[in-house]
């Protein structure tokens, strides 16, 4: 399997690139841009959060400690004393730190449920809804965040399938096949349910026929023709 490093670099290379593009296209702002980067990039992550002495995982509870002890302070400004603050944001970190992250890791397998194609679907369309109904972003930014984040984790799960074959010998690893996974029966009660759970976002999403008028539409990706190459041989065959 590939390593923390080789991930996190085809992540970002792919969503830059892509970004780039529908950035240039003129389908998302300067903003949604960076999100897009950033999305994709940790996307390109997400497949190892089963792995518990992984560094994805170890930098994703971290992040997610943080964020939750800010948000619980923010919320409680008003009310509690300095003091109180403190105690409530250091009480928050060690509870997501510490506690959640231990119940997580003795639940999780490496490479089981979480290293697979629909589990990264359900990420990907919870990050859709979460966008559009919850921070209010814009329908199309709202699809294009769900949907790097998701192309970041197939890089992921893409570059395990390709490091698991002996390219010199042409042998496939006994890794093979254990990455980009979309069933393994020993799982099936989870695979249902992680399906199960693709049908529920996929019926409460937002409206995915105007993202896809503005995708289809030909006008954007024209900008894309427009250059300094173009330009001199427009001028040249003139």
Same mark, same amino acid.
């Given at each position: 399997?590939?390593?923390?490093?080789?991930?996190? &670099?085809?992540?970002?290379?792919?969503?830059?690139?892509?970004?780039?593009?529908? $950035?240039?296209?003129?389908?998302?702002?300067?903003?949604?841009?960076?999100?897009?980067?950033?999305?994709?990039?940790?996307?390109?992550?997400?497949?190892?959060?089963?792995?518990?002495?992984?560094?994805?995982?170890?930098?994703?509870?971290?992040?997610?400690?943080?964020?939750?002890?800010?948000?619980?302070?923010?919320?409680?400004?008003?009310?509690?004393?300095?003091?109180?603050?403190?105690?409530?944001?250091?009480?928050?970190? =060690?509870?997501?730190?510490?506690?959640?992250?231990?119940?997580?890791?003795?639940?999780?397998?490496?490479?089981?449920?979480?290293?697979?194609?629909?589990?990264?679907?359900?990420?990907?369309?919870?990050?859709?809804?979460?966008?559009?109904? !919850?921070?209010? &972003?814009?329908?199309?930014?709202?699809?294009?965040?769900?949907?790097?984040?998701?192309?970041?984790?197939?890089?992921?799960?893409?570059?395990?399938?390709?490091?698991?074959? &002996?390219?010199?010998?042409?042998?496939?690893?006994?890794?093979? =096949?254990?990455?980009?996974?979309? $069933?393994?029966?020993?799982?099936?009660?989870?695979?249902?349910?992680?399906?199960?759970?693709?049908?529920?976002? !996929?019926?409460?999403?937002?409206?995915?026929?105007?993202?896809?008028?503005? !995708?289809?539409?030909?006008?954007?990706?024209?900008?894309?023709?427009?250059?300094?190459?173009?330009?001199?041989?427009?001028? $040249?065959?003139?």
């Amino acid at each position: 399997m590939a390593n923390f490093n080789t991930h996190l &670099n085809g992540a970002f290379a792919v969503s830059g690139i892509m970004a780039l593009t529908v $950035y240039k296209a003129g389908l998302i702002n300067d903003s949604g841009f960076l999100m897009c980067m950033a999305l994709g990039t940790i996307g390109g992550l997400l497949p190892d959060l089963d792995s518990d002495n992984s560094t994805p995982i170890k930098l994703g509870f971290n992040i997610t400690s943080f964020v939750f002890a800010f948000g619980l302070v923010m919320h409680w400004r008003n009310e509690l004393s300095l003091l109180s603050l403190i105690a409530l944001w250091l009480a928050g970190y =060690g509870f997501m730190r510490y506690v959640v992250f231990n119940i997580f890791t003795s639940m999780t397998v490496h490479r089981g449920i979480i290293h697979s194609v629909p589990y990264m679907a359900v990420l990907g369309l919870a990050t859709v809804s979460l966008s559009y109904y !919850v921070l209010g &972003n814009a329908l199309t930014a709202s699809w294009f965040f769900g949907l790097f984040l998701f192309g970041g984790a197939m890089v992921h799960l893409a570059l395990d399938e390709l490091y698991s074959v &002996n390219l010199m010998g042409m042998k496939m690893k006994r890794s093979a =096949g254990t990455a980009m996974k979309f $069933y393994q029966h020993k799982d099936k009660w989870w695979y249902l349910l992680l399906y199960g759970l693709i049908a529920l976002l !996929v019926y409460f999403a937002p409206p995915v026929t105007e993202f896809w008028q503005q !995708v289809y539409d030909p006008a954007p990706w024209a900008q894309l023709k427009v250059g300094i190459l173009p330009d001199l041989l427009e001028d $040249y065959l003139r």
